[in-house]
């Protein structure tokens, strides 16, 4: 099974950016759809973005689409969370998922998840 480590976050003010990272081991890692989601305290679990095995498609949640970017490098195992114009309403502790295909990426079954990586905006 693929194990993944989220790295990146931060405290940044209102307006500013972040580029998460979710570094993956395991030689599997090109085969899996992956996602980003985010849960701020007191709060459920919450989508943000995915990204097919190739990084061919990709899609957003609409709170971060046209401000969020999701991409990955196979070659590195890693996938990427590049955030901007970023907002207080943001934080929360991120982490990244897989799953067998970008189509189940909202709702599941997962794979593996990553421990979280927490972001912070402050206005």
């Known amino acids: 099974q693929v194990q993944l480590v989220e790295s990146g976050g931060g405290l940044v003010q209102a307006g500013g950016s972040l580029r998460l990272s979710c570094a993956a081991s395991?030689?599997?890692?090109?085969?899996?759809?992956m996602g980003w989601f985010r849960q701020a305290l007191g709060d459920g679990r919450e989508f943000v973005a995915a990204?097919?095995?190739?990084?061919?498609?990709?899609y957003y949640a609409n709170s971060v689409k046209d401000r969020f970017t999701i991409s990955r490098d196979n070659a590195k195992r890693t996938m990427y969370l590049q955030m901007n114009s970023l907002k207080p309403e943001d934080t929360a502790v991120y982490y990244c998922?897989?799953?067998?295909?970008?189509?189940?990426?909202?709702?599941?079954?997962?794979?593996?998840w990553g421990q979280g990586t927490q972001v912070t905006v402050s206005s």
């Open positions: 998922a897989t799953a067998s295909t970008i189509a189940i990426m909202q709702t599941g079954p997962f794979g593996s």
């Open positions: 395991g030689r599997t890692f090109s085969r899996y759809a």
């Open positions: 990204i097919s095995w190739s990084g061919g498609d990709t």
